[in-house]
């Protein structure tokens, strides 16, 4: 990487645009290509059986997509009075060659911000909890630290435990 | 998706329709043995594989495919008779080209069985010729060395060239009988020069060619394989690099060919590139000199004397090299030919092989969608539908005047664009019933059983999705009425039937569904064994009539039957339960008739379409849920009836009878206590009847089912969801389902509170 940081052009193309969201008193963030777009939350169907995270399916232009929320297994705390309705990022994923969107629920979108690739620093193994295996990186901002989501991470593990392999989630 | 994979796309999608031609093409040939132009159909199917595989590389198909069409072509030669063994071992081969089309389609390559081609080599050699071990692979040079077979003379005004049969153009008959080699052709270069043919081909490819897929190198290497070659490139045209267009063909290939083959040999070699290329062949005769051809409409008709057929040569590797070889013999003699090659004469009317990548099918235009695109456009049709009719309120409001016609012409425009996005998912049960000829006649086959099929009613329309999951229960049912319920020729005579067994397939409407039937004019069902079975395993009471009407219906009952019975049973039953199952995922039911000594029929019940349902909307601890109208038989108020306790289940009497309830508030653990009232929706369960009990009807619905997303799948107890006329979504339930699952609860709390007496029942 140390000829293209020389070469301002390519330095700039490597740049990515990072959406900057709160979940559960962290500050989160997610590369801005994945997220389709963010919605206020609205009416949720709540799915009885469903997994723990799941907080229902809701209505996104005519398709039904289903709406999870992280905290509960990232182990993160939730603010049972929130002073502001928490909104839903739209997520894509890509499974052998189709898109197919999943909410994310957060507790609300602050800023979208470009950083180079050298910005994002390697995610400590410990410190984060149970939230550690789905952090792909950390980037020093302002007078903390972004957690970069591994979104496809935790569609795995929403997947798997689906299925009942890896429970809790 | 790279140029690349979008051909080899192209390739697969082309070779399972053509691999479905070849297979019916093979079926009919039996029945249609002098259906000449049918014969070339099939040829030709043969013949777009081989094309189409080699043209993506896929040089084990194409080859494999040669052998195929190497043996129609025999047959087409009237060199082979076909039989019922040519036809076994052509579908087999066919069975073969399908499992290595899908294998590629997956990223392997699988060897053809050798035994296989050793089969097809046996038709290939002729009897007159010892059996010459088959060549390993591929010849680049024509098979020499052989003795010249003495050429057959056909007595009859018959064509050479099969692909010019019926339906060919004036031009390519006319041009028939010019064609004519120089004296009798010997295959042999010991034989001298004169036995060869000498071509001089000219190939310049069309503005499209290279867009279409088509590698003119893979012609030039079939030219190659048919005798030594000159190929000469001609880059007089390429243009200047400014104006060079990277997907277009500049180059113009001149060949010079020595070959044993004749001319209509090479026909076969330019099938795909003639489309839009310019192709034309002048033969030279030993004197080496260039006939120029009469125009082809000028040539004389086709006349007896001067026609004369002998195998044409085949070179594969699966050809014995004792395969032999053209001679064209012409009573005048009409040393070379000219053959020009407009591309437009090229493809006959309904008979024109496919080329691959084209869209020239003069058949009502077609054209590809995805089909999640498709489930998509459905989706939002079904909502636009629903927008229209929440907006139609607002004809009640003052001063809407104005807008009463707008709002009509969206109800009216909505609902059409609806029903014809649904309308899109319906294809013909015929796409399902065109494979069961070949499977009655395996089963036929391996039974020893004489059997005719009947087809009826195959234009009826059926969702898609129907179709395609219908195939594997239909094989299972037919599977068992040819080895349970046909009986042998032998038995047959003796009871005064016809030898022929007969199955029949029928499809046609009732009311909004669309019942399929099986039927076979067999033994009939085994009752008096079927009840015994019944009483042993305690789903029916002993003493049960024999014509009781629930006998019949044992049959489906899981683990009703199993291997050792199949005698016993005439074999009914044997995973009956998962072909019902099948049916009713799809929403749909199974029913059977039967008359001893008379044969029985299984009835296929299905909605025309998976996309909407008629539901019933409920409500249940301030959710709405929709429940399929099917499912339900009856619905009953439940004022403030305790339910009682039979074993350990919450039983309520309906008008009597005592009825399992499965309460839905229990099942999704909600909480509060449930209304005085609730109402209970009456389904059945393992032939029996079971209520699920919740708080509120609320009225009926049609809605788009929609899956519940990926993984959701796997909850069973839903369906899928649906989006209401208020815009929110609400799940489908699944009363099976729900009615299994609670079943299956029931036990596992059974067996914990034996398992640990001293604990109090779980709370599940």
């Known amino acids: 990487m140390a000829d293209t940081t020389t070469d301002p052009y390519s330095e700039s193309s490597l740049t990515q645009s990072y959406v900057i969201f709160r979940l559960g008193g962290e500050d989160y963030t997610l590369e801005v290509m994945r997220v389709q777009e963010v919605l206020d939350m609205g009416a949720l169907t709540h799915v009885p059986g469903g997994p723990p995270s799941l907080r229902g399916v809701l209505n996104l232009r005519g398709k039904v997509v289903p709406v999870y929320d992280l905290r509960l297994p990232f182990g993160l705390t939730v603010d049972p009075t929130p002073t502001r309705a928490p909104c839903v990022l739209m997520v894509e994923s890509h499974n052998n060659g189709e898109v197919s969107v999943t909410g994310l629920l957060v507790d609300r979108v602050s800023d979208v911000l470009d950083f180079s690739p050298d910005e994002v620093q390697p995610a400590p193994q410990l410190g984060l909890g149970k939230a550690s295996p789905f952090v792909r990186g950390l980037i020093r901002h302002q007078e903390g630290f972004l957690l970069v989501l591994d979104v496809d991470r935790v569609f795995a593990a929403l997947a798997g435990a689906k299925i009942g392999i890896a429970g809790g989630f | ?764």
């Open chain 2, 1 to 764: 998706m790279s140029g690349d994979d979008r051909f080899r796309e192209m390739f697969f999608e082309e070779a399972r329709e053509l691999l479905l031609s070849l297979e019916e093409g093979l079926m009919e040939l039996e029945r249609r043995k002098d259906d000449r132009a049918h014969l070339d159909k099939t040829f030709r199917a043969a013949h777009s594989i081989k094309g189409a595989a080699a043209m993506v590389g896929m040089s084990g198909i194409a080859d494999f495919t040669h052998g195929v069409e190497a043996v129609l072509d025999k047959v087409r030669n009237k060199t082979l008779n076909v039989d019922s063994d040519v036809i076994s071992t052509l579908l087999e081969a066919r069975d073969h080209l399908a499992t290595a089309v899908e294998a590629e389609a997956a990223g392997f390559a699988i060897p053809a069985p050798i035994d296989l081609i050793k089969r097809l080599e046996i038709f290939l050699q002729d009897p007159a010729t010892i059996t010459p071990p088959p060549a390993p692979a591929r010849p680049k040079a024509p098979v020499i060395l052989l003795p010249p077979e003495p050429p057959i003379v056909a007595p009859t005004a018959k064509k050479p060239r099969a692909k010019k049969g019926a339906g060919t153009s004036p031009e390519a008959k006319a041009k028939k009988p010019t064609k004519k080699s120089a004296g009798a052709e010997t295959p042999s270069t010991l034989k001298a020069k004169p036995g060869l043919n000498l071509f001089r081909i000219s190939l310049r490819p069309g503005p499209e060619m290279l867009k279409r897929g088509v590698n003119p190198l893979g012609v030039l290497d079939e030219l190659r394989d048919l005798g030594s070659c000159k190929v000469t490139t001609d880059p007089d045209e390429i243009p200047s690099l400014a104006e060079l267009d990277p997907e277009r063909c500049f180059f113009t290939w001149n060949i010079e060919l020595e070959t044993a083959v004749g001319p209509d040999r090479l026909d076969d070699v330019f099938l795909f590139v003639a489309e839009d290329s310019t192709v034309t062949i002048e033969q030279i005769d030993e004197r080496g000199i260039i006939k120029i051809p009469p125009p082809a409409h000028e040539a004389v008709a086709p006349s007896p004397a001067v026609v004369a057929t002998k195998p044409k040569p085949l070179l594969s590797p699966l050809i014995p090299p004792k395969e032999p070889l053209t001679a064209i013999i012409s009573a005048s003699d009409l040393a070379a030919t000219i053959l020009p090659k407009p591309a437009p004469s090229k493809p006959p009317a309904p008979e024109a092989p496919r080329p691959l990548n084209t869209a020239s099918n003069k058949v009502p235009t077609r054209i590809r969608v995805d089909a999640g695109q498709l489930d998509d456009l459905v989706g939002l049709a079904g909502e636009l539908a629903v927008l229209s009719d929440n907006l139609q309120g607002l004809r009640e409001l003052e001063g809407s005047n104005t807008w009463i016609t707008t709002l009509e012409a969206l109800d009216r425009v909505s609902r059409l664009i609806r029903d014809t996005t649904l309308e899109l998912r319906m294809v013909p049960v015929e796409e399902l019933f065109s494979r069961f000829p070949r499977v009655v006649r395996d089963l036929a086959d391996r039974s020893g059983k004489e059997i005719e099929l009947r087809i009826v009613g195959q234009d009826t329309r059926l969702d898609r999705t129907i179709v395609e999951r219908l195939s594997e229960p239909m094989i299972h049912l037919i599977r068992n009425a040819v080895d349970h319920g046909l009986e042998t020729p032998e038995e047959r005579q003796a009871m005064g039937k016809p030898r022929m067994g007969r199955i029949t397939l029928q499809a046609g409407h009732e009311g909004d569904r669309v019942a399929l039937r099986i039927e076979e004019d067999g033994r009939g069902l085994n009752r008096e064994a079927i009840v015994k079975k019944g009483i042993a395993k305690g789903l029916v009471p002993i003493g049960t009539s024999v014509d009781d009407p629930r006998v019949d219906t044992l049959i489906f009952e899981p683990g009703f039957s199993t291997r050792d019975q199949v005698s016993e049973l005439s074999g009914r039953g044997v995973g009956l339960d998962v072909v019902r199952d099948a049916v009713r995922s799809l929403r749909g039911s199974l029913a059977v008739e039967s008359q001893p000594g008379k044969g029985t029929a299984f009835i296929f019940r299905l909605p025309l379409t998976l996309a909407l349902i008629d539901g019933l909307l409920v409500e249940t601890a301030g959710s709405r849920y929709v429940v399929p109208l099917a499912q339900v038989e009856e619905c009953v108020a439940l004022n403030g009836t305790q339910p009682a306790l039979s074993k350990g289940r919450p039983c309520v009497s309906v008008r009597g009878e005592l009825v399992p309830m499965v309460p839905l508030r229990s099942v999704f653990h909600c909480t509060g206590p449930a209304p005085l009232r609730q109402e209970l929706l009456l389904t059945r369960h393992a032939g029996q009847r079971v209520g699920v009990a919740v708080d509120k009807l609320l009225g009926r619905v049609q809605a788009v089912i929609q899956s519940l997303g990926e993984g959701l799948g796997v909850l069973g107890r839903f369906s899928g969801a649906t989006i209401l006329g208020d815009g929110s979504v609400s799940l489908i339930l699944d009363l099976a389902a729900l009615v299994a699952e609670s079943r299956a609860a029931d036990t596992q709390r059974a067996i914990q509170m034996q398992l640990s007496s001293p604990s109090p029942q779980p709370s599940a």
